[in-house]
């Protein structure tokens, strides 16, 4: 982390491009072995010109005004490189330039797409997605800290060197919540959201190039766990006295046996609970995070869990079908629960989601159709992400293969005459 800069101003002429022995002024700012010249505007004499003190030879009144100007202007310059220092602005040639000319209302940084963003796109986004958008621009704010030791980047500072680095810094990070560095596909979706305000700068023409050109971010398809069907029963069956921990358990086992997300079923109301039309309760909502309509055919233990809870008083004050609890505390429950039935696997509120895609669904040959459009997805694409083959599925269904190869053997059998059948073995 650099603390500390070298600026210098050099004022110059380029005498080869004199015209009638004359030529321009210019000054030349540096910063950390960074150049660029600016043009004062000014013509000298080339012969008048002291390369060495930088000014003009000689005491006459125009060699006295000329030089009191370049005295000026250099104050100027080093006002400017100040001013930016204290503000902890950005510490390049271009931005004293554009604070001399007076027009750093032009020059746009992060924290100004961050404030635009947030302010325009806020009102379109989920209330969880926003929250990720501002979690990934702290990170980005660290960063920027803790890499260039300054509070903000202009964006046409930000290259594809800055997205490299703040790839390394993401994936050295651990989260006060989270005992483990950021994985992979956590490190991914912050650089996708930065990508996403960046892309919204340039659209916007606030930046002419896309830093992001070279880059290639990509997500690992991760195995989506769920519970076996055992496993899902013990936690079921479990002799629970707390009532915390029954409640929970009963949050997550509705999930299992109907696939809605935590999110969702903490908005539901008796209002989403109608008579489908095979005269059956069903739950009709809408997904909060994609706006989708689910509608879920209720299984035997999800409206025995409603009929357990229907004269709740905690669930008639706040108009609920279940009661309501933080997604921390869930998932802080649930790893009591399960550490109760020994299952040694991370279980949390959305494993239950998995569970009726895989163990409850599919296993029990409910079409992969079906299932997406109860889990509320816009692509089958995605249920297939979640939708596994269990061991038991496979098991059974080469069992029923086998059958039916016996009975087609037995038959052929009969109709040769031979006697009792064989079996395949």
Known sequence: MRTQSTFSVLFWIYSKRAKDNLTVIYARISINGRRLNISLKRKVDVSLWDPRKQKLKGNSQYARELNQFLDQEHSKLFQCYQDLRMEGGVLSPETIKSRYFGDRKHLFSLEDIFEYHNN???SKLKYNTSRLYIISQNYIRRFVQKEYGRKDLYLKELDYSFVIKFENYLRAVKPRHYCKNLQHNAVMKHIQRLRKMVTLAFHLEWVDRDPFVKFRPHL???ERGFLTLEELESIENLELKSPRLKKVRDLFI????TGVSYGDLMLLTPQNLVIGIDKKFWIITRREKNGNQVKVPLLSKAINLLEEYKDDKECHIKNSLLPVRSNQKVNSYLKEIVEKCNIEKNVTFHLARHTFATTVALTNGVPIETVSKILGHKKLSTTQIYAKVVERK?????????????KAVEQDDKE?????????N
């Open 416 to 424: 040769d005459g031979e006697g009792p059948a064989r079996k395949i």
């Open 220 to 222: 690992e398809q991760k």
């Open 120 to 122: 325009n796109m806020f």
């Open 254 to 257: 509705f999930s299992c046996y």
């Open 394 to 406: 496979v098991s059974e269904d080469m069992e029923l293969l086998q059958q039916k190869l016996n």
